[in-house]
């Protein structure tokens, strides 16, 4: 468990060594007893002679005593400085490099390693997707080992309370709507008495403190399989389905989402969802954007969740273009004008540099969005015996804060919040 040891490591000063087991681990104890007052913490604080052995007797001296036997020259003994280490026969024998920068130094113990590591990361950082159906059960996605379509009712809380037990106190709800349901306005969408804002009173009800995103996007509910409004040229229709994802958002901030997640990119929705949440009293609820979302082949395991892929063509004329950087500020630009409170880059790991973009141009806090394809390549990678799927998860996770995210949206969610805490699965 590498990101635990990492975070518990005993650390060694001088020849006494302090074991510092936290459980928690420190940086996070603050987010933890936020959540979750009355949960058992473990923290002790031992000091113990290096070498297991009796501490030196005293001898009875006063300091006066002491100091005057090292001015007479009698200073007690020491360890003396240890045998340089030899190195294997046939080493090269070589003088040293002249050079005075040496960044090796800094990383030579795991003590010195933590104390200069730039980047952390904490359960709070999290936002854990949950696909949720109006079945009694829960079914496995095929596509994404380890996620299911939960009940709404039963595996859906369930899941919750285990995210929240490790620290994870946000989540951002998908449904996987009745094909009956669908149609090329996606009116269920807005439907207050719809599958996410039914989920997302009982949540509430539950678990008052839950932080709840929401995806405000057509292709759940539309039978094109689209975020907007088909026309029948093909052509997604613009204000049109502005106008439907305002109603989409208003219904779940009724219901009572705290955060609402525009993801179809249709251009002027964060300004239009702004001004409609407000008119119906919304004010406090936030709008995350996805500023900057690309046309990318890694959601795919996610529409086999949903079963929403498009039924024809491609999502090209409104997601925007993996070759493109400088268009991000474009969208950037709108969406902060506009009254973005959290700009969402997507997916993650492949477009670290956009993240940087954002991160570095403006100062909202940055989510990133570690896709469905992402998770399952890096399970797949780990079911093969390919790479280590653990490490690989929480390397993947702290190279997107690395790259400027404030919270990660990942599959993981759950299994990286018991990681940080130490718990083993
Ligand atoms: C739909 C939506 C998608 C994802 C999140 N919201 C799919 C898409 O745009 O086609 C993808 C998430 C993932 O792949 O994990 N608006």
């Known amino acids: 468990m590498a990101s635990a040891a990492m975070l518990n490591s005993p650390c060694n000063v001088g020849a006494v060594k302090f074991e510092v087991k936290v459980k928690p681990s420190p940086n996070l104890l603050s987010a933890r007893t936020s959540i979750r007052l009355n949960r058992r913490r473990v923290l002790t604080v031992r000091a113990s002679n290096e070498s297991g052995s009796e501490p030196l007797r005293k001898m009875g001296l006063t300091d006066e005593e002491c100091e005057a036997a090292v001015v007479a020259g009698n200073a007690p003994e020491a360890p003396p400085v240890p045998p340089k280490p030899v190195a294997p026969a046939g080493t090269p024998n070589v003088s040293s490099l002249p050079i005075n920068r040496r960044p090796r130094r800094n990383r030579r113990s795991s003590a010195v390693r933590a104390a200069f590591q730039e980047t952390s990361i904490s359960p709070a950082n999290l936002v854990y997707p949950l696909f949720i159906h109006e079945g009694e059960d829960d079914t496995p996605i095929g596509a994404m080992p380890g996620c299911y379509r939960l009940g709404w009712r039963h595996g859906l809380v369930e899941e919750v309370a285990k995210a929240r037990d490790v620290g994870v106190n946000s989540i951002v709800l998908f449904p996987k709507v009745p094909d009956a349901l669908k149609t090329s306005t996606g009116d269920e969408a807005y439907n207050e008495n719809g599958l996410v804002p039914r989920a997302i009173r009982l949540l509430k009800d539950k678990y008052p403190d839950l932080v709840i995103y929401t995806d405000v996007a057509l292709d ?20 049109e389905t502005v106008h439907q994802l305002c109603k989409q958002a208003v219904a779940q901030a009724r219901a009572g989402a705290d955060v609402v997640s525009p993801s179809d990119m249709m251009d002027g929705r964060v300004g239009a969802i702004r001004t409609a949440l407000d008119a119906e009293g919304f004010e406090h609820v936030s709008i995350m954007s996805y500023t900057a979302k690309y046309a990318s082949s890694f959601y795919g395991p996610f529409r086999e969740a949903l079963d929403s892929n498009p039924r024809f063509g491609d999502k090209k004329t409104y997601q925007m273009n993996p070759a493109n ?17 959290i700009l969402l880059v997507k997916p993650g790991l492949p477009y670290l ?6 991160r570095d141009k403006s100062p ?25 799927e653990e490490r690989v998860m929480m390397e993947s996770l702290m190279c997107l804060r690395r790259a400027g995210a404030d919270i990660i949206l990942t599959y993981f969610a759950l299994q990286a919040g018991r990681c940080l805490c130490g718990e083993k699965r």
């Open 364 to 388: 909202l806090p940055i989510a990133a969005y570690q896709v469905s394809g992402e998770y399952s390549m890096i399970k797949a990678g780990g079911v093969l015996k390919m790479i280590d």
């Open 353 to 358: 540099d956009i993240i940087r973009l954002l």
């Open 220 to 239: 759940p509910y539309s039978s094109d399989g689209h975020d907007g409004i088909v026309r029948e040229d093909g052509v997604i229709m613009n204000d």
């Open 325 to 341: 950087y400088r268009e991000a500020l474009v969208e950037l630009q709108a969406d902060e004008s506009e009254g973005a409170d």
